[in-house]
């Protein structure tokens, strides 16, 4: 089990916290976690603003098959996929990689890249739909903070079931007072969050024993 930043390739997000602060509410936040059409692609206040393909995961999915030396045929799953942009871009970098996504948003999969139709499933993370060790890597990202930290923990131990000797999740942290401030102003779907501390004893109750990383709100 390693901390690696497998995003470090990720354009630079703009967030206008003070915006985001002054329109949070009950409403939003219930809306939000509906993870519906207005989530995805309504108003920035509820969510991404927009969640449409731009090809930015193209050098993520390059650092991640080098990071765990994936190979065509081998098996991999992204939980928590939304529209499947990871997905895609995997088996676009490695073909004849076999990837796969699961993600609870009936709208998001129903929106998805053509490429990908066909290899997303519908369910929860809690319980994945799959044999134990039936993949070669699983990949989670800010996905596993969505569930209050009893489930969360449920999470975690499904993804170590499903996965053989690879696995990485990247989940919302902060490292100050001031960061976790900022963070609770942003956040719309989180249920539990933590200093890495709190999430490293988390990832150890669960037997995870896999890669993480941490999204810092700036």
Excluded at 16 to 34: F, Y
Excluded at 38 to 60: S, T
Excluded at 178 to 204: C, H, M, N
Aim: negative net charge; charged residues 25%.
């Amino acid at each position: 089990m390693a901390e690696v930043d497998l995003l470090r390739a990720l354009p630079a997000v703009k967030r206008n916290i003070q915006k985001r602060r002054e329109a949070k509410s009950p409403e939003a936040i219930a809306i939000a976690k509906q993870f519906g059409e207005v989530y995805f692609d309504g108003p920035r206040e509820f969510g991404y603003g927009g969640y449409r393909y731009d090809g930015r995961w193209i050098p993520v999915s390059r650092d991640i098959v080098a990071h765990f030396d994936l190979k065509p045929g081998m098996r991999v799953l992204d939980v928590g996929c939304a529209k499947g942009f990871l997905v895609k871009d995997l088996m676009k970098v490695c073909p004849g990689l076999e990837v796969f996504g699961l993600d609870i948003s009936l709208y998001a999969l129903m929106h998805c890249e053509p490429e990908v139709v066909g290899r997303l499933h519908l369910g929860t993370a809690e319980k994945l739909p799959f044999p134990d060790h039936s993949f070669d890597c699983v990949i989670s990202l800010n996905t596993v903070h969505n569930f209050p930290r009893p489930r969360a923990l449920k999470v975690m131990q499904e993804i170590e079931r499903v996965s053989r000797d690879r696995s990485f999740v990247q989940i919302d942290s902060f490292h100050t007072p001031e960061q976790k401030e900022i963070f609770e102003s942003w956040v719309l779907t989180a249920e539990f969050y933590d200093y890495p501390d709190g999430w490293k004893r988390l990832f150890a109750e669960a037997g995870y024993s896999g890669d993480y990383y941490w999204t810092i709100v700036a």
